[in-house]
């Protein structure tokens, strides 16, 4: 893919982070009451928030609606395998996951399990992800990321990634890469869900300090979460503004991508003429010479979406505290 016995205090630690979470008595576990409607709106996918509390796109009551026997199927799937995924894993999460896979419960089972092993490996990258923490909050002088209002004909969603400081001095990895996981669950929670997702790399301010050897072994796990345990079907990567430097880092991280993405991959070495031929000018802003605003403002945008689900953040690390799964 690039495709627990809750006790007590815990219910009741998860409950007071926010009036906005219910308990299922269905399953004995915590769920966002969002999920089922009730304090959807129609409008929701920029407005994020109302009277306090957060909001999630309509699509994901639809989804859940059209799909509840496959999201049955995939969370008793995993009745039989312990520490695997967190016994209160919503089905606002369980539908990401099988969207990304064109609904097939047994892909997203295996993705699910990529993710969440992942996420305990590389337990550094997935904890304190409090987006008004001083170093998120200077990644985002230093990153250019955010997604684009408009979709392609195939209703896809685009995703910009960039880098706004060129100075390696200043870039730090961790902060970087965390802020990126961080940006996928509020696209997916504040824009909906979508059938694909095209990615634009921008390598103009990129340099080889950027890529120091003491950072290989953290790139390398990153790279293979991204790949293997993400809920979004990347259907492309432009990397654009290529140049000879951007060509040696790609040697130095190829060995590390699965055959799946590099198929993929589009580099664009001629400006990007080449790259217009396939994302047109009316989906990107106007520094890609396209005819939408500049990418200030949807990197501010982006920014207030990430910001405002910081309460997801912390749920989301108490879930994979909790006791796992158990027969």
Not at 217 to 225: A, C, D, M
Request: charged share 20%.
């Amino acid at each position: 893919m690039v495709c627990i016995s809750v006790n007590k205090g815990t219910i009741s630690h998860v409950r007071h982070i926010g009036p906005w979470i219910s308990f299922n008595r269905k399953y004995g576990l915590p769920y966002l009451r969002e999920v089922y409607g009730i304090q959807m709106k129609a409008a929701a996918s920029t407005r994020i928030r109302a009277n306090g509390k957060l909001e999630i796109n309509k699509i994901h009551k639809d989804e859940i609606k059209l799909h509840q026997q496959k999201i049955e199927m995939l969370r008793k799937s995993f009745t039989l395998e312990p520490n695997t995924i967190p016994i209160n894993i919503t089905d606002f999460q369980l539908i990401q996951f099988l969207n990304s896979v064109n609904y097939d419960v047994n892909e997203a089972k295996e993705v699910l399990k990529l993710s969440y092993r992942h996420k305990k490996e590389n337990n550094v990258l997935f904890t304190g992800r409090n987006p008004l923490d001083t170093d998120l909050q200077e990644a985002w002088s230093i990153l250019n990321i955010f997604s684009l209002p408009q979709t392609t004909a195939q209703n896809e969603k685009i995703v910009y990634c960039g880098l706004l400081n060129p100075d390696p001095a200043v870039f730090k990895h961790l902060p970087a890469m965390k802020l990126f996981t961080m940006a996928v669950e509020a696209s997916l929670i504040t824009e909906g869900l979508f059938p694909g997702y095209i990615v634009i790399l921008d390598a103009s301010n990129i340099s080889i300090r950027h890529v120091p050897l003491s950072t290989i072994p953290s790139i390398k796990k990153f790279l293979y979460f991204v790949q293997e345990g993400i809920p979004l079907k990347i259907t492309t990567v432009h990397v654009i503004n290529v140049s000879p430097i951007v060509t040696r880092i790609y040697g130095i991280i190829k060995p590390f991508l699965k055959q799946e993405l590099i198929q993929i991959l589009q580099f664009h070495t001629d400006g990007l003429g080449s790259f217009h031929k396939l994302v047109p000018k009316e989906l990107l802003p106007r520094e890609l010479g396209g005819t939408l605003q500049p990418m200030e403002h949807y990197q501010n945008e982006f920014k207030a979406k990430v910001e405002s689900i910081g309460e997801w953040y912390r749920i989301e690390e108490g879930q994979r505290r909790a006791e796992a799964v158990s027969a």
